[in-house]
């Protein structure tokens, strides 16, 4: 059973960085792209960022303005997302997925705060 775990979350002030990962078992995952969400209180799942199979490809949402990459580990199951220049309004449980066809996968989320 395919399952993805996000890590890496925490409190942290304005300016500062967080690194998240998401480590997936129940299969091999270097043939699909992965990606994060993330979910702020009273709003909907938004998209962030996704990887391509390879890693050399990427997108963004554009409130990221280069200050988050996306990255990937195929040996280890892993996909990363490099977060900087943190502001209050990141604040949101961020999520990685996974399509496989024909099914979506999440992972539980991971909370990332960030105070001012």
């Known amino acids: 059973q395919v399952q993805l775990v996000e890590s890496g979350g925490g409190l942290v002030q304005a300016g500062g960085s967080l690194r998240l990962s998401c480590t997936a078992s129940g299969g091999s995952f270097s043939s699909y792209a992965m990606g994060w969400f993330r979910q702020a209180p009273g709003k909907e799942r938004e998209f962030v960022a996704a990887v391509s199979r390879s890693g050399y490809s990427t997108s963004y949402a554009a409130f990221v303005k280069g200050r988050y990459t996306i990255s990937r580990d195929n040996a280890k199951n892993t996909v990363y997302l490099e977060m900087t220049n943190l502001k209050p309004e990141d604040t949101a449980v961020y999520y990685c997925?996974?399509?496989?066809?024909?099914?979506?996968?999440w992972g539980q989320g991971t909370q990332v705060t960030v105070s001012s």
């Open positions: 997925n996974i399509y496989i066809p024909t099914r979506l996968y």
